[in-house]
């Protein structure tokens, strides 16, 4: 474990952390980090990464259409609440042959995840992630962790966050997500219109075209939901559709596509019928 704060204090918090196996004298030396202990394969590992990543109640899931304001988990919360340390990130090694760490090797076959962990995608190159939802996108400044689209990335829930502005409620919404990178794992907190759940997208039948409407955002009377799409050409585009919102909840919404054109519907009305082409970009928002 990656952990910051003083050394008396970070060597209780490993110590509370091991999973039963804790340091000997045989250990070999983490390729980052804090040696916490080892386990015998990859599920009780993933398990000891879902233990800490977070404190908190989980949250609603990525379908989940009306508002949650509450409590939002807290990254390594039980370790700055009990030690004061904060998590850099859980780090997860393999013993190498010369006694010594080396990266873990994946299984070519995908793990069995826990149920809650929804592989996703950043729709960026990078993006700063974040230790805490908020009303508004908080400045770069305030983000504790970079990660890239090569990352395997997992989306645990959503949260959303309000304010009043000039009176009219605001509300943006946040994707709870694990990151995973060079052994490396980090949890933290993306707008949720930066996150794509792999199995969100609606697909032609040959791939390409594919489209993805996610909820974003509450503007007064109105929902704001944006819509990807992915054309044959591999070049992503987007567009902010206004839905009028379901009370104190995102309204209910179908995607469809019709050949290169995407259709949104509202039970039996016909919400918006949209190219999927480069003119989605330069639609107004």
């Known amino acids: 474990a990656e ?8 060597s209780a918090a490993v110590a509370s952390m091991s999973p039963g196996t804790g340091p000997s004298i045989d250990a070999p030396p983490p390729l980052l980090g804090h040696f916490v202990g080892h386990v015998d394969d990859l599920a009780a590992a993933l398990a000891f990464v879902g233990r800490w990543a977070f404190t908190g109640e989980p949250l609603p899931p990525p379908e989940s259409r009306p508002l949650f304001t509450g409590p939002a988990p807290i990254p390594g ?18 013993a190498a042959d010369d006694g010594g760490s080396r990266p ?33 996108l908080p400045p770069l400044a305030e983000s504790h962790e970079r990660i ?8 645990l829930g959503v949260v959303d966050r309000c304010e009043l502005r000039e009176g009219v409620q605001s509300c943006l919404r946040w994707a709870q997500v694990l990151a995973h990178g060079h052994g490396r794992w980090r949890g933290g907190y993306l707008p949720a219109a930066e996150v794509a759940p792999l199995e969100g997208w609606v697909r032609a039948k040959s791939g390409l075209p594919r489209a993805l409407a996610v909820p974003a955002a509450i ?19 987007r ?25 949104i519907r509202q039970g039996e009305r016909e919400a918006a019928r949209l190219p999927l082409n480069a003119g989605l970009d330069a639609r107004p928002r």
């Not at 952990?3 to 970070?10: K, Q």
Request: hydrophobic share 50%; charged share 25%.
């Open 3 to 10: 952990l910051a704060g003083p050394a008396s204090a970070r």
């Open 77 to 94: 919360g039980a370790l700055a609440d009990g030690f004061g340390v904060l998590l850099l990130s859980l780090v997860v090694d393999e």
């Open 104 to 136: 873990f090797t994946w299984p070519r076959e995908a793990p069995e995840l826990p149920a809650s962990w929804r592989p996703a995608a950043i729709l960026s190159q990078s993006a700063p992630l974040f230790a805490a939802p908020a009303p508004r």
């Open 148 to 155: 890239a689209r090569k990352d395997d990335l997992y989306l």
């Open 219 to 237: 503007v007064g009377d109105e929902a704001l939901v944006v819509l990807l799409a992915r054309t044959r050409d591999y070049e992503l585009h």
């Open 239 to 263: 567009a902010t559709l206004r839905l009028p919102r379901d009370g104190d909840a995102f309204p209910a919404f179908e995607l469809a596509l019709e050949g290169e054109v995407a259709v």
